[in-house]
């Protein structure tokens, strides 16, 4: 029986209340004592998000339902807020990564150089309440308005170090690219409220045979924050730019509120044409190949991790339109099975995203450095640091024992049942499987290119070599989200039970319990501790053979050389050239070579750049056209007022006019 969700709800609020109370108080102190700025914004975001997280993991294990609304005087608009088991999910998430990002940030910044922790603690409050708001609104004008403060606030997170030239272009494209994409929502708002007059999603009505245009419009919206391939183009200039520890969160967290969005309007709509469940699988296959394609070409270890964002969010998107494929085909099980696996691989990637980016952060802290080429032999260096990312690296790959595998063996067993069906519905299990054995396998690539060449060898810097571990603040956050990535790994079972209620809202009225064997066998949690007590074992077996010997330590196996340099070592380049030059066509990379000359050259030099495509051959010509036509249009800035007064008296008449003949 679903609980009331009236004391959980409260506790949000106040949440809320606490984040936007602190980042306002932490902007005014900002002005005269940075320790004080930096304790409030901390403080407020901690609280906030330890109460935000046991109201969302309480609401998700008592199934609590129920809606609070306050009075707001804004036409069409209500402060409708609800909780229900999709929204305490996506909150969990929310929360626990933003708390943990907070204290990453405690340390990363310091010292602030002469910036004002008070914005940036008015900004990251702001987009974690923000956040949770677009996940509780229940009011179509509450939700633009929350998805319109969060567009904002992470806006000027991108771009808080404005000094940067990189960031502020950064900072401008997202701009554009979150304000294109609202653009689609509110037409779908508008639509979706026309029938009813009123744009309180209980009272939704979708016009007739306009279900599959609806869903196509919102698709782009929330697939421009989410990240979906064309319409990623953001978020590679974006996450680069951004501080880590908003990095974080905004892979982690806010690309979600996009999968959110998706979610919430198939629960608000209800059924849509088959059409559309084939094209969320497409859409989610094209963007897991091409995003860890494009990730295996990057030389900047965040830009690197930002397409294995691009990566990721295809993996959720092929387990949304497996679901969708499962209830259009009336297939109970693989639609659980597709649900399930694509929200747990949202709570994953959260986990391990989050996890390498702080990773990332932290190497970068260290450094001063994200290029991959200029890194090397950091393990020996930051050793916490190496294992935590190490963790991510295994859990983003999809390996046992770590969380990453659960998710994709669900969608992989979702799959493989679809097989069996016959007609179109096999074709949709044949294209996930093969997408994800290519994700699998160029992602292990990858990451074997990152962490080796960024942690193992000898270092390729002064930089590197001069690198230390990071303080305790910016480590302990790591080391909790790897723990997590390896419980969840182990306990998959009891996490994909827990996700019944939210999986019965997508999938209609089937719990894991009810759905066959094959689902996620229970005996897999066995495997999975049985793998980790043999690693420890071997570990333990290791240390007892080298005990009373002489261990010492030595260079990297130097390949015969007597004077082995770090210039002789693998690049990343050349690390993953064998896959790149198979993909040379779909990356079209820039090289740029200078081949030794002569009997004894004197220098050489190779230096490639894959450029994103749909950036360099859609985006990019588009805007350039774009301009050049609202160039004729220069006229109308006259510059004096009266001018400009007279252009919104014409538009008032013109709409007035309007609105009488209609």
């Not at 026309?194 to 209980?202: H, L, P, V």
């Not at 306990?491 to 019965?504: M, Q, S």
Request: aromatic letters at 10%; a positive charge.
């Amino acid at each position: 029986m679903p609980a009331d969700a009236s004391i959980h709800l409260f506790l949000l609020l106040w949440a809320l209340g606490v984040l936007l109370i602190s980042g306002v108080a932490s902007a005014l102190a900002g002005r005269w004592s940075e320790r004080t700025s930096v304790v409030l914004g901390i403080a407020g975001a901690g609280m906030a998000c330890l109460a935000g997280l046991a109201a969302a993991v309480a609401g998700l294990t008592a199934r609590a339902t129920g809606t609070i609304m306050l009075p707001w005087r804004i036409p069409y608009g209500a402060f409708s807020l609800g909780l229900d088991s999709l929204s305490a999910f996506f909150l969990i998430p929310l929360f626990l990564l933003s708390g943990l990002a907070a204290v990453f940030a405690s340390g990363y910044f310091r010292p602030w150089n002469e910036r004002n922790p008070g914005r940036f603690w008015l900004f990251y409050n702001l987009l974690v309440a923000s956040m949770a708001l677009v996940v509780l609104a229940r009011n179509g004008v509450l939700f633009l308005v929350a998805w319109e403060a969060m567009s904002l606030a992470s806006f000027f997170l991108v771009t808080f170090d404005d000094r940067a030239a990189d960031a502020r272009e950064a900072g401008w494209i997202y701009l554009v690219a979150t304000h294109v994409g609202t653009a689609f929502l509110i037409a779908v708002f508008i639509l979706l409220g026309r029938e009813s007059g009123s744009q309180e999603f209980s009272a939704y009505a979708v016009p007739a045979g306009s279900a599959g245009a609806l869903f196509l419009l919102g698709l782009l919206g929330f697939g421009t924050k989410a990240g979906l391939f064309p319409l990623h183009v953001w978020l590679p200039e974006a996450h680069p730019a951004a501080p880590s520890p908003v990095s974080a969160v905004m892979s982690g967290v806010m690309i979600k509120t996009g999968i959110y969005g998706i979610v919430r309007m198939l629960a608000v709509m209800g059924a849509v044409p088959g059409w559309c469940a084939w094209l969320v699988l497409a859409i989610g296959a094209v963007s897991g190949v091409l995003g860890v394609l494009f990730a295996l070409a990057q030389h900047d270890l965040k830009r690197l991790l930002a397409y294995h964002s691009v990566e990721n969010v295809g993996i959720i998107t092929l387990g949304l339109g497996l679901g969708m494929l499962g209830v259009h085909y009336g297939i109970p099980a693989v639609a659980a099975l597709g649900f399930a696996g694509g929200l747990l691989h949202v709570l994953n990637h959260a986990l391990f995203k989050g996890l390498l980016f702080l990773g990332a952060g932290a190497v970068a802290h260290a450094t001063g450095t994200r290029d991959i080429e200029r890194l090397g032999g950091l393990l020996k260096r930051m050793p916490w640091t190496g294992a935590a990312f190490l963790a991510g690296a295994v859990a983003i790959c999809g390996l046992p024992p770590f969380n990453g595998f659960a998710s994709e063996f669900l969608i992989y067993v979702g799959a493989f049942r679809t097989l069996l069906a016959n007609g179109g519905l096999a074709l949709g299990g044949l294209v996930a499987v093969v997408a994800l054995a290519l994700i699998g396998g160029l992602a292990a690539a990858c990451f074997a290119k990152a962490f080796g060449i960024v942690f193992q060898g000898e270092p390729r810097s002064p930089a590197a070599a001069a690198a230390h571990e990071v303080p305790r603040s910016l480590v302990a956050p790591m080391l909790v989200l790897a723990a997590l990535c390896l419980a969840i790994g182990l306990g998959a079972g009891a996490v994909v039970r827990a996700l019944d209620p939210a999986v019965a809202q997508l999938a209609g009225p089937i719990v894991m319990s009810d759905a066959p064997r094959g689902i996620f066998p229970i005996a897999l949690g066995t495997v999975l501790a049985l793998l980790v007590a043999l690693t420890l074992a071997l570990a333990w077996i290791r240390r007892r053979l080298l005990a009373g010997r002489s261990v010492r330590a030595a260079v990297t196996w130097d390949c015969g050389y007597a004077a082995p340099t770090a210039s002789m070592q693998y690049t990343a380049t050349g690390f993953a050239q064998p896959l790149t030059n198979g993909a040379w066509a779909i990356l079209q990379p820039h090289v740029e070579a200078r081949l030794p000359q002569g009997v004894f050259p004197v220098s050489a030099s190779f230096e490639s750049h894959a450029p994103d495509v749909a950036r360099a051959n859609l985006y990019d010509p588009l805007f350039r056209r774009l301009a050049v036509g609202l160039g004729w249009f220069r006229w109308l800035q006259q510059g004096q007022v009266h001018w400009y007064v007279l252009y919104i008296v014409v538009v008032l008449m013109v709409l007035l006019a309007w609105a009488l003949v209609s």
